[in-house]
């Protein structure tokens, strides 16, 4: 039997909450006024959120664990939860005052964008796979401009539904997913001191999968991640905005410049090069290397012909 409480639908949410029907059955917003005088719900364990949630929390009253790690709102602070990500609520006050307050919540139903544009662009809003401790961070001006576009949102579908609403609400959540990509690159520019020290950090995780003797794993972003206590994306997407290259990319950078010194270093094999640094297979091993330098290990330690 599943330890979990599931959450599918915006009428659940509504339900859960005390609040009167949804106006849109697939999307809504809840703000801190709705929730006036209403006992949140208490699920006694984790939940199962199997639908889209962004929100803004002011303050520290809330607080949940996500992951492993337990997160304390700070004021003006956007979470991104995806369907199918599970976390465990506490109502537990964690402020000195206990007067802390919801910004709002919006939710949405996978259905909303089933085959449209912005199902496609999704996987670009990486920071709804971020953890907790990787939360999104906003100004008084952020959140005034978000309130407006989250207000031109509640608007559209509170109307009469017609052959515009569809896409005039999935063209308003576009715009609000691409104000978030904006402030994280924001975020991740104004945490610069941090940002380097990751970086150095993952370099010093690079090399210490190579370093020593005996069988290598090839280092993986999500291997990386987890010794540094990141997610993948949100590792990913900081070296990026710090540095022009991706996780990946780092990690492949490293395996060339790992190659190339045992290529020209040693007289091993070019299949033994590949299992020393990680390659179950050496045809992967010589395609990357081929992709990165433009020809073959052999052609490499070769050198150009005379």
Same mark, same amino acid.
């Given at each position: 039997?599943?330890?979990?409480?599931?959450?599918? +639908?915006?009428?659940?949410?509504?339900? =859960?909450?005390?609040? #009167?029907?949804? $106006?849109?059955? @697939?999307? %809504?917003?809840?703000?801190?006024?709705?929730?006036?005088?209403?006992?949140?719900?208490?699920?006694?364990?984790?939940?199962?959120?199997?639908?889209?949630?962004?929100?803004?929390?002011?303050?520290?009253?809330?607080?949940?664990?996500?992951?492993?790690?337990?997160?304390?709102?700070?004021?003006?602070?956007?979470?991104?939860?995806?369907?199918?990500?599970?976390?465990?609520?506490?109502?537990?006050?964690?402020?000195?005052?206990?007067?802390?307050?919801?910004?709002?919540?919006?939710?949405?139903?996978?259905?909303?964008?089933?085959?449209?544009?912005?199902?496609?662009?999704?996987?670009?809003?990486?920071?709804? +796979?971020?953890?907790?401790?990787?939360? =999104?961070?906003?100004? #008084?001006?952020? $959140?005034?401009? @978000?309130? %407006?576009?989250?207000?031109?949102?509640?608007?559209?579908?509170?109307?009469?539904?017609?052959?515009?609403?569809?896409?005039?609400?999935?063209?308003?959540?576009?715009?609000?997913?691409?104000?978030?990509?904006?402030?994280?690159?924001?975020?991740?520019?104004?945490?610069?001191?941090?940002?380097?020290?990751?970086?150095?950090?993952?370099?010093?995780?690079?090399?210490?999968?190579?370093?020593?003797?005996?069988?290598?794993?090839?280092?993986?972003?999500?291997?990386?991640?987890?010794?540094?206590?990141?997610?993948?994306?949100?590792?990913?997407?900081?070296?990026?905005?710090?540095?022009?290259?991706?996780?990946?990319?780092?990690?492949?950078?490293?395996?060339?410049?790992?190659?190339?010194?045992?290529?020209?270093?040693?007289?091993?094999?070019?299949?033994?090069?590949?299992?020393?640094?990680?390659?179950?297979?050496?045809?992967?091993?010589?395609?990357?290397?081929?992709?990165?330098?433009?020809?073959?290990?052999?052609?490499?330690?070769?050198?150009?012909?005379?």
């Amino acid at each position: 039997m599943n330890d979990f409480f599931r959450i599918e +639908s915006i009428s659940q949410i509504h339900q =859960l909450l005390g609040l #009167e029907k949804p $106006r849109h059955p @697939l999307i %809504t917003i809840i703000e801190a006024a709705d929730l006036k005088g209403v006992p949140l719900p208490e699920f006694g364990g984790k939940v199962r959120n199997e639908l889209y949630l962004v929100s803004l929390k002011n303050g520290t009253e809330c607080k949940f664990i996500y992951g492993r790690e337990s997160y304390d709102f700070q004021e003006g602070t956007v979470i991104f939860l995806a369907p199918g990500q599970v976390v465990a609520p506490s109502n537990e006050p964690t402020g000195p005052s206990g007067d802390t307050e919801l910004g709002w919540m919006l939710f949405f139903h996978p259905s909303l964008i089933h085959g449209t544009q912005l199902a496609k662009k999704m996987r670009e809003y990486s920071f709804f +796979s971020y953890r907790a401790n990787e939360a =999104l961070h906003v100004s #008084e001006q952020e $959140r005034t401009e @978000l309130a %407006t576009l989250l207000n031109l949102i509640k608007i559209e579908y509170g109307r009469n539904l017609d052959v515009y609403s569809a896409g005039i609400i999935l063209s308003n959540l576009e715009l609000l997913f691409s104000y978030f990509q904006r402030y994280y690159g924001r975020q991740f520019l104004t945490r610069g001191c941090v940002n380097r020290d990751v970086l150095t950090r993952f370099e010093e995780v690079l090399d210490l999968g190579f370093a020593g003797e005996g069988p290598k794993t090839l280092p993986t972003v999500k291997a990386c991640a987890e010794r540094l206590g990141y997610s993948p994306n949100y590792l990913s997407d900081l070296l990026k905005k710090e540095t022009g290259k991706s996780a990946q990319e780092h990690i492949h950078a490293r395996l060339i410049e790992k190659a190339k010194d045992l290529l020209l270093g040693t007289q091993d094999p070019v299949n033994r090069v590949a299992y020393a640094l990680g390659f179950e297979y050496p045809q992967h091993f010589s395609k990357l290397f081929k992709n990165a330098t433009g020809l073959t290990p052999g052609e490499f330690r070769r050198g150009p012909p005379a």
